[in-house]
């Protein structure tokens, strides 16, 4: 019988499901040492966000085959380890999508009218009014940040409370926004015009410490801020201060830039500020969904079953997956490169598949293509299971088109994707061992592999600019390891694509942008 370690507290029906199929250990508390020491018996581990599943205890875990979180985050999973090491990491999306929401909501209740100070001072003996008058949120402006499950949640219930929505989220269609009733607003403007914020978004470089001083400065005195998604996504220094100078008016953490909480000045504040030790999903009923949920993919996966909420491993028939695995990572590398060039909300996704490829099957591809337009937003919480779902819940419509007609390749796809800051598209195919090849940039010819930092320029085909290009990019200390230039007409609009060895520093593409001759200039990350 295969084993599962069990190294979090979960629902015991989750217990149940996998004693099925395997014999169950569960032993929580386990130091990263003893987790490296024991973790090479199992074949299975199932864990909560109170174990750390580092690259050492993957590659120590010889024998593992599934490592199944019971929540969503798996940011306390080397999901890139496990995937190397063909470990398919599961989480459940969805089992405390509503947990998590309502916990925000009572952090949001419970600052207003300072529940948690009230409660202990009648405890202590005392019966003071005076010190616990509070604010109602009716008709109060409510910032979501992050629209996604739970903060599409919080917004329908806030709005039945009689709250008037703003939203930020770089990567929602303002349609959805709208069926929310939500107006779509930048960050700036929601922090300056919000009551009350509530973050629900994941942490990436993006959202790390984006509720720093700065942001903190901007809010209403009678601001209150609310952190249930993950920590270090406030910087916590910054908001002890604000809320000890009286700069905002309260916040509410779940969650910390390290878990647990150690020493903090946020301990010493008072009625201003509410704490909980990352409660969002700790509802019964959150229990049992997760447990059952991810204890039935390890069961399935024991089995030689797919994992339906995968987020590494695409859930597709092994036959098919094998014809058209090459043309997968094309797919999804294209879709990433489209996604970074068309910005932040894209509307539209054409999937157009060329020569071969129009023949295929393709939906795979246009789930690979998604799942890389998608990236930038959900990280790894886009996968092959749920890359159309994801899409279709942020208003993207997808168009496959096809072309039967061989062009330079067997086979090539031509991605297309219109957003509100316009279209842009890119077309790609495979030489004959495999390695991917970008064709053709906004309808321009090139011929250029991907790699992980590239530059994208739209310019005047002109004497003397590509050389200013290198020379700005020299002065930055950045490298480029290969350079190509395409155009339509001598003189006329050209790009020009640069593969750079080193990530752009931040500032210098506007700089880019100033040189004359250059109408736009863009930065790819793969
Ligand atoms: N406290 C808890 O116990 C608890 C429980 C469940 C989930 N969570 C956390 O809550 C957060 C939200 O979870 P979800 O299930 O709603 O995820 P989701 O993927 O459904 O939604 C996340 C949203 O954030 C948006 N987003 C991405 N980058 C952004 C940015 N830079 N600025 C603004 N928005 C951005 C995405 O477009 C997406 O709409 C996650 O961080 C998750 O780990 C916490
Ligand atoms: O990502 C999640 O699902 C939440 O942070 C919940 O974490 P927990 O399972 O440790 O309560």
Known sequence: MPKVLVSDPIDQVGIDILSQVATVDVKTNLTPEQLVQIIPEYDALMIRSGSRVTKEIIDAGTQLKIIGRAGVGVDNVDVP??????????????????????HALAMMLSLSRYVPDANSSVKSGQWDRKSYVGAEVYKKTLGVVGLGKIGSHVANVAKAMGMKLIAYDPFISTERADQLGCR????????????????HMPKTPET???????ALAKM?????IINCARGGIIDEVALAEALKNGQIAGAALDVYETEPLGESALRALGKQAIL????GASTAEAQV???????EQIRDVLLGLPARSAVNIPGISPDVMEELRPYMQLAETLGKFVGQLAGGRVELLNVKLQGELATNKSQPLVVASLKGLLSQALRERVNYVNAGIEAKERGIRVIETRDAAVKDYAGSLHLEAKGSLGAHS????????????????DEFPINVPPSQHMLFTLHRDMPGLIGKIGSLLGSFNVNIASMQVGRKIVRGDAVMVLSLDDPLPDGILTEITKVPGIRDAYTVTL
């Open 289 to 295: 969904n997760v447990a059952i949920d991810v204890a």
């Open 81 to 102: 380890a496990a995937t190397r090491r063909g470990i398919v990491v599961v989480n459940s999306p969805e089992g405390n999508t509503i947990a998590a929401a309502e």
């Open 220 to 224: 209403k005195p009678n601001a209150r």
């Open 276 to 279: 909980t030790p990352h409660l």
């Open 184 to 199: 779509l607003v930048e960050l700036d403007l929601l922090l300056r015009e919000a009551d009350y914020i509530t973050l």
């Open 426 to 441: 890119v077309t790609g195919a495979l030489l004959g061992d495999g390695e991917i090849r970008i064709t053709d940039i």
């Open 208 to 214: 790390t410490h984006l509720i720093d001083a700065e």
